[in-house]
C-alpha cells in the first residue's frame, strides 16, 4: 500500500499522463532507445546489440528493420527476436498473435501499480488493458512496455462493461473482478474462459462499489499468512498467469 501517494500532483510529471503531448513523445523517444534499467551497478555496462556487424553493406533489407538501430544499435528492452525492427513492427507482429484476455484496473486515486501492470500485460501478451476511472496514470513502471500494447481507457466501471459486451459475438467478453471479498469464489479452482477481462483494485480500497455490482462474478488468490491482501500488481500477474497455464502454449522462440 506504500506504494500510492494520493498526495502526489499528476500534473506535474509529464511521464504520467495517457493523453498525446510532444514533450511526453520527446521524452518516451529518448527512453526507448535505452533499457530502462540500463545500467545496472553491477550488470553489464549495456545491455543489447551495437550496429549491426559488417556495416551497411550487410544490412538486412526486411521492411521491419529500423536503419537507425541497423546503424547506431539497438539498446531497448526488447526480447531477441525483435533486435533492429522498427517499433510499429513490432506491435504489428504481437498483434497477430495476441491472447484471448484483458486487464483492467480501476485508477481513481492515481495508483502506482497501472505501470507494472502494463508491463506484466505486455510480457504475458494481453489483448488490451484498460485504465477505469482517472485517463492520467503513472508510466514509469511500465518501463516503456505500454507503447508496444494496447492501453484503453474508461471513465467508469460500466463503460467498461459496454465495451467489453460489444466485443466477440452476442455475449461480448466477460468481466472477472479479482479481489479477495467476502463470496468471492476462488481463482485457482474456478474455469477461467479463453475470452475475459481480468479487473483489479486499487491499493487500500480494492475493487469500487460500482465494479463489484457490475463484474460477472469476483474471485481470490488463496492466501495463507496473515496479510489481508497481496500488491495490486502481484495479484495481477498471478491472475494472469492462471490464465496462461489454461490456455496458451509454450512462446514461440
Ligand atoms: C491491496 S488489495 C486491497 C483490497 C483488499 N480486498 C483488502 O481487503 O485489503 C488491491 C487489489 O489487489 C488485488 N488483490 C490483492 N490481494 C488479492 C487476493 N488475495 N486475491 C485477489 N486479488 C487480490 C485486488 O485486485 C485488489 O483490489
Given at each position: 500500500m506504500a506504494e500510492t501517494d494520493p498526495t502526489e500532483d499528476p500534473a506535474e510529471d509529464p511521464a504520467d499522463d495517457l493523453a498525446d503531448d510532444p514533450a511526453d513523445d520527446l521524452a518516451d523517444d529518448r527512453a526507448d532507445e535505452r533499457a530502462p534499467y540500463d545500467p545496472m551497478p553491477h550488470g553489464p555496462p549495456e545491455v543489447g546489440v551495437g550496429?549491426?556487424?559488417?556495416?551497411r553493406d550487410a544490412w538486412?533489407?526486411?521492411?521491419?528493420?529500423d536503419p537507425r538501430l541497423l546503424a547506431e544499435g539497438d539498446r531497448r528492452n526488447?526480447?531477441?527476436?525483435?533486435?533492429?525492427?522498427r517499433m510499429e513492427a513490432i506491435v504489428a507482429d504481437l498483434d497477430t498473435r495476441r491472447h484471448g484476455f484483458h486487464v483492467a484496473i480501476e485508477n481513481w486515486q492515481h495508483d502506482f501499480n497501472i505501470g507494472t501492470i502494463v508491463r506484466s500485460a505486455n510480457a504475458f501478451l494481453a489483448a488490451e488493458v484498460h485504465v477505469v476511472g482517472n485517463r492520467r496514470w503513472n508510466r514509469r513502471g511500465a518501463m516503456v512496455t505500454d507503447r508496444y500494447q494496447h492501453v484503453r481507457h474508461h471513465p467508469d466501471v460500466p463503460a467498461l462493461k459496454d465495451y467489453l459486451g460489444s466485443?466477440?459475438?452476442?455475449?461480448?467478453v466477460p468481466l472477472w473482478g479479482i479481489d479477495n471479498l467476502p463470496g468471492s469464489l476462488p481463482l485457482e479452482s474456478a474455469d477461467l474462459p479463453r475470452r475475459v477481462c481480468l479487473l483489479f483494485g486499487q491499493e487500500g480500497p480494492g475493487l469500487s462499489e460500482q465494479a463489484r455490482s457490475v463484474v460477472d462474478g469476483t474471485f481470490s488468490i488463496a492466501q495463507y499468512g496473515s496479510t489481508r491482501s497481496i500488491n495490486a500488481s502481484a495479484a495481477a500477474a498471478i491472475a494472469m498467469h492462471a490464465w496462461i497455464r489454461a490456455h496458451a502454449g509454450p512462446p514461440t522462440a
Open positions: 550496429p549491426w556487424p559488417g556495416g538486412p533489407d526486411e521492411d521491419h528493420h526488447v526480447v531477441d527476436r525483435y533486435r533492429y525492427w466485443l466477440d459475438g452476442p455475449d461480448g
